[in-house]
């Protein structure tokens, strides 16, 4: 027999996050003295506002527009009245979505900026919380509180892409130094934003240091990791079935997926195969770097044992990841991989660099292996390692240890609760 229900209260709480918004709760259990009192108490949650700030949303790929895609109807059902205005190739694209979207056409700067600021300076005003997706934002006005979610450095992709710094600048050495002054100001730029917003959310610890460094007060950061949704998850079959299916041959094979940028190190695993016999390496993603990874596959004459599958839909990915020895991520740089979330849930131990977020869901020798960034030697030996009869079968039994860190629920709960502190 149920005896009470347990009610929160919400007070202010030097601890909770944000700066000097927050609040936090506790918890009592209380017997309901009217049947009124008991039908109040089971009562929907009350509704908050919600405005989203967005550089990027569905159906254009990227991680930010995929998580809130999924995470937004989540949102609302634990009640919150969503609003979300973003930058898009074309104004007009559409879609059906439970809430409003407002898209602001990648025009020239300064039309785009001024849209974007006029679109979203009346629900500034709206909201009882804003949350952003990028930094750098035309946001102006209104003191509603505003949490931003960081999965990078926009200080440091802005430079790359600007060519102010070397595609291969490793981003840990650019948070204590660069060479550039653009870069350099981006810097002081994206520091200063940070500190002034009520809180960040990350989806690593990495990401955390990182932002601090920013100088972020720490209380002001929490994490909570990616996950993948559960409607994602595929039913897949053996890892023989994937085989044939995806027609991999008997020789080992290692699976690469994702978008091909200078600090993903693909060139580095091509490398590290063309010294080891018999071994077959699939490319599955697409980039500008595409024909020169190409070129070095002819050059190092392992152009028969590399396959450039370009872009591939979202079931095959999972069907090559069952199918794979190995998934190999050799990147720079990586907040919180869903390319290693997806592996192990295939069941496909990983090879990793132990760089960004990698370390916090791979185990070195438990569900994967990682290996030091850049070390091109290294990761040669380690491949030769990984290799060895019985280590994959002892990696991929191991590759559901620790997934419960990263499940969807745990996600939305978590984000729901930081949204609500600042309320």
Same mark, same amino acid.
Request: with cysteine.
């Given at each position: ?8 209260f ?16 506790? !918890? ?11 039908? #109040? ?19 254009? !790929?990227?991680?930010p527009?995929t ?9 609302q059902?634990r009640g ?26 990648r025009?020239g700067l ?16 709206? /909201? ?7 930094l750098?934002?035309? &946001? ?9 979610k960081?999965?990078?450095d ?7 892409? @600007? ?16 060479n550039?002054?653009?870069a350099?100001?981006? @810097? ?12 960040v ?32 998850? !595929? ?6 079935d /994937? ?5 991999? /041959?008997?020789e ?15 060139d ?9 016999? @018999?071994? #077959?390496?699939?490319?599955?993603g ?11 596959a002819?050059?190092?004459?392992v ?15 999972? &069907?090559?990841?069952? /199918?794979?020895?190995?998934?190999? &991520? ?16 295939a ?5 990793a660099s ?5 370390p ?6 438990? +569900? ?6 850049? +070390?091109v ?27 419960e ?14 949204? @609500?502190?600042?309320?």
């Amino acid at each position: 027999m149920r005896l009470g229900y347990e009610q929160r209260f919400f007070l202010p709480s030097p601890n909770a996050l944000g700066r000097g918004r927050g609040r936090g709760f506790f !918890s009592i259990l209380t017997k309901p003295s009217t049947p009124t009192q008991a039908a #109040r108490m089971e009562e929907p949650p009350m509704t908050h506002n919600l405005f989203i700030a967005s550089g990027i949303f569905h159906p254009e !790929s990227g991680g930010p527009a995929t998580y809130l895609h999924e995470i937004l109807p989540h949102l609302q059902e634990r009640g919150w009245e969503v609003r979300l205005v973003t930058y898009a190739d074309r104004a007009d694209v559409g879609g059906d979505y439970p809430y409003p979207v407002t898209r602001i056409a990648r025009t020239g700067l300064l039309k785009r900026t001024a849209d974007y600021r006029a679109a979203a300076r009346p629900l500034l005003d709206w /909201a009882d919380v804003t949350y952003l997706h990028t930094l750098g934002l035309p &946001l102006s006005g209104a003191k509603s509180p505003r949490v931003v979610k960081v999965v990078g450095d926009l200080a440091w992709e802005r430079a790359v892409r @600007k060519k102010w710094i070397a595609p291969t600048t490793d981003i840990d050495d650019f948070q204590k130094r660069t060479n550039s002054i653009p870069a350099a100001l981006g @810097k002081i730029a994206r520091a200063r934003e940070a500190q002034r917003l009520n809180g960040v959310i990350v989806p690593s610890e990495y990401l955390k240091r990182m932002v601090i460094g920013w100088g972020v007060k720490p209380e002001n950061v929490q994490v909570i990791y990616n996950a993948m949704p559960p409607h994602s998850i !595929s039913v897949l079959p053996s890892r023989e079935d /994937a085989r044939r299916q995806v027609g991999f /041959a008997d020789e080992p094979t290692l699976v690469t997926v994702g978008r091909i940028l200078p600090w993903k190190g693909v060139d580095h695993l091509i490398t590290a195969v063309s010294r080891i016999p @018999k071994v #077959r390496l699939v490319v599955a993603g697409d980039g500008d770097l595409l024909p020169a990874l190409k070129a070095q596959a002819e050059a190092l004459r392992v152009a028969d044992r590399v396959a450039f599958l370009g872009k591939v839909p979202r079931a095959r990915v999972d &069907l090559l990841m069952r /199918a794979a020895d190995y998934t190999a &991520l050799y990147s720079g740089y990586e907040g919180l991989s869903h390319t290693l979330l997806e592996s192990l849930r295939a069941g496909t131990p990983c090879i990793a660099s132990a760089k960004g977020g990698n370390p916090e869901v791979i185990r070195d020798g438990e +569900n994967g292996l990682l290996v030091p960034y850049v +070390n091109v030697d290294a990761l040669t030996e380690t491949i030769r390692a990984a290799l060895v009869p019985g280590m994959r079968e002892k990696l991929a039994a191991n590759a559901h240890i620790g997934m419960e860190r990263f499940t969807f629920e745990r996600m939305v709960e978590a984000t729901d609760a930081a949204l @609500k502190a600042f309320i």
